[in-house]
Structures are given as structure tokens and as C-alpha cells.
């Protein structure tokens, strides 16, 4: 600990020493100036004319969005592909195959430049934009959606819904503890279905319904209004899902190998079928195999989406790591933000998918 305290000491001073023989002092005071430049999604308020803070606010908010979607799509694509691909079914079993070889062969940086060529390419201009319903819009500018609108008065659905969840956390175990002492089950999904759909729902038209959705409409040369998905996001978002869930699958294939073929055969025995299998007996034991390295490919799909820039969606690389520290010149002070920024996302996620892992690990006795 000593030695490698002595070297941070000896870098941080050698650099200190070689920017002042330049005439240059070390310091952050640039992020409260004008940033002079527009981001094209931020979902804060942000202008040409706010400060580099704020730029790297917004950097860091459109980091996080596109790391915790592209984590959703990647989970979500990752237990179905895993699953399927054991599948009794020959045809499901190899297409799967080929998905999961094929995927994650390919730089993942070549899979975001395809997806953004193909949306870029394909979808029609905004003129010419497809509706789903008149309501929503894809188009190669970006795909417009319904804006929810919030009233003042939607906070109480707000506070119903968390006190709805945990009622719903609250019930789930109590009935666990109950069918571990008597071996009675009660209807939980259903009732937590109720509680967490039925009691906002009542709570909002109590409320006089405290909410109104903002249209996209077309006027001039693009649409106005309502929510815009801009398709550098979605074109970073199905590629870092889709290639990231290619590798996800193969460790849920390893983690549902790793349960002994002997657990199925007895919940066979006792009569369960053969999802509720599935979902009761083998994946909860395979979850402790699966999460530690999936914690690994969380962390890849967070630092995978520094490749942005390729697409000009505006991340933090794009922001402080990029227009900041070309206008200011602060090269070492922007990168040692960009730096300790994705440390902070990294371990965060770590910790959490370490706490996670604990909750479900066998306990010994």
C-alpha cells in the first residue's frame, strides 16, 4: 500500500510540476463556464448557453439511460435465447445456435453502425412517417411517441404505487412464511396483481385523473410534440442488448446445465409441468451460477456504450470527453471526469448485483 501510494503521489506531482514549466495550472473552475454547443437529447433542461456541469449532466444521464435499457433488453434476451436454446425442438434449438455464435462473433461496433444504418436506411421520412394507431410515429428522425403529462396531483399516485409494491412485498412474505409453516398457498400473484393495478387505478380517478398525453403531430418538415426516441439511441440501445444477450445466454445455458438433471426428474415425479419447473425448481439454482459472471457482462454492456460517439448519440465520452475537452483544451481534467464517472456507474452496479447475489446464495447450516 505504501509503494503504490508513493507512486500516485509521484504521477500526481510530476504532472503538476510539467503543467506549470507550460504555464498552465490544473483545475476544474471550466465546468461553470458556457459550454457554447446544443446536445440533441437531454432529458433536462440544457441550451447552448449552459455550463460544461451541465453538459456533463445531461452526458451522464443519456450514459445511464442507454446502459439501463440496453441491461433490460440484454436480460430479457438473454434467459429467452439461454432457454431456447436447450429446447427438445431441433429447428428452435439451432436457430438460437446460429443467433448466439453469429452475435457474438461480430465487433460489437460494427452490430451499432448496422442497426444505425438500417434505421437511418429503411425508415421512411418524416412526410411519409408509418403510424401505429395515429398516435405514435416511426420515422428516420426518430420515433415519436405520446408524452405523458404530469398534474401536481399525480404525486399521490405516485405515493400509492410504492405503497402498493410494498403491501405487495409485505404479503408475498407473509405467504411464504405461512406455506412454510402450515403448507397452505395463497392466491399471491393475484392478490398482488390487484393490489399493485387496482389501488393506483382508484387512486387516480379519485384524484379527478391528474394526467393528459401530449400527441406528436406534424407541422412544417417534422413532427411536434410528445416524446422523440432519437435513432442513435435506439440503434445503440438493440445493439448492445442484442450483443450483450447473445453472451448472457450462453451462461444461462451453462448455469441451467449445472443443475443436476436429478432435480427435474423429481419435480416430474411430484407432478409439476414442465415450465412451472422451469421457472420453481431449476432456475432459482441456476441464478447462483449465472449472476457472477452476468455481473461481468453488465459492466461490458455500461463501458461498450462509450462507443456512441461512432453514432453521435451524446454520452459522456461525447460531452466532457469530447466537445468540452476540445474547446476548453483540459484534456486531463475532463478525462479524470469521464474516468472516475464510469468507476461510480461500474461499482454501482457491481454492488448491487453483489447484494443480489448474497440474497440468493445457499445459506449453510
Not at 140 to 160: D, H, M, N, Q, T
Amino acid at each position: 500500500m505504501v509503494v503504490v501510494l508513493t507512486l500516485i503521489g509521484f504521477f500526481i506531482r510530476n504532472t503538476l510540476s510539467n503543467l506549470e514549466l507550460l504555464g498552465r495550472e490544473a483545475g476544474y473552475g471550466f465546468l461553470f463556464t458556457p459550454s457554447n454547443y446544443d446536445i440533441n437529447q437531454h432529458l433536462i433542461e440544457y441550451s447552448s448557453r449552459s455550463t460544461h456541469l451541465r453538459a456533463t449532466m445531461v452526458g451522464i444521464i443519456n450514459t445511464g439511460l442507454v446502459a439501463f435499457c440496453g441491461i433490460v433488453l440484454a436480460t430479457i434476451v438473454g434467459f429467452v435465447a439461454g432457454v431456447a436454446r436447450l429446447s427438445s425442438n431441433f429447428l428452435i434449438s439451432k436457430i438460437v445456435y446460429v443467433f448466439v455464435e453469429f452475435t457474438r462473433n461480430v465487433p460489437v461496433l460494427l452490430w451499432i453502425l448496422l442497426w444505425h444504418g438500417v434505421i437511418v436506411h429503411s425508415l421512411p421520412h418524416p412526410k411519409q412517417a408509418l403510424s401505429v394507431l395515429d398516435q405514435a410515429f416511426l420515422t428516420s428522425r426518430g420515433f415519436y411517441i405520446p408524452k405523458p403529462l404530469f398534474e401536481p396531483a399525480f404525486w399521490f399516485v405516485f405515493i400509492s404505487i410504492f405503497i402498493a409494491i410494498a403491501g405487495a412485498v409485505w404479503f408475498t412474505r407473509f405467504s411464504r412464511t405461512k406455506q412454510e409453516q402450515t403448507g397452505e398457498r395463497n392466491p399471491v400473484v393475484l392478490v398482488n396483481t390487484g393490489l399493485i393495478v387496482i389501488v393506483p387505478l382508484a387512486v387516480f380517478w379519485i384524484s379527478g385523473t391528474p394526467l393528459t398525453i401530449e400527441i406528436p403531430a406534424f407541422k412544417g418538415f417534422n413532427f411536434q410534440g410528445g416524446l422523440v426516441l432519437t435513432p442513435e439511441f435506439v440503434a445503440l440501445t438493440l445493439a448492445l442488448g442484442v450483443y450483450t444477450g447473445a453472451f448472457i445466454a450462453e451462461i444461462v445455458r451453462a448455469g441451467i446445465l449445472a443443475v443436476s438433471h436429478g432435480q427435474t426428474e423429481a419435480s416430474y415425479a411430484l407432478g409439476l409441468k414442465q415450465n412451472w419447473t422451469m421457472r420453481l425448481v431449476i432456475l432459482p439454482q441456476a441464478l447462483r451460477v449465472i449472476i457472477p459472471p452476468m455481473i461481468s457482462q453488465y459492466l461490458n454492456l455500461t463501458k461498450n456504450s462509450s462507443l456512441a460517439i461512432a453514432v453521435g448519440y451524446m454520452d459522456i465520452v461525447a460531452t466532457i470527453g469530447g466537445i468540452s475537452l476540445n474547446q476548453t483544451g483540459r484534456a486531463l481534467e475532463c478525462m479524470s471526469i469521464v474516468l472516475t464517472i464510469y468507476l461510480c456507474i461500474s461499482l454501482s452496479i457491481s454492488a448491487f448485483m453483489n447484494w443480489y447475489n448474497k440474497r440468493i446464495a445457499l445459506v449453510e447450516r
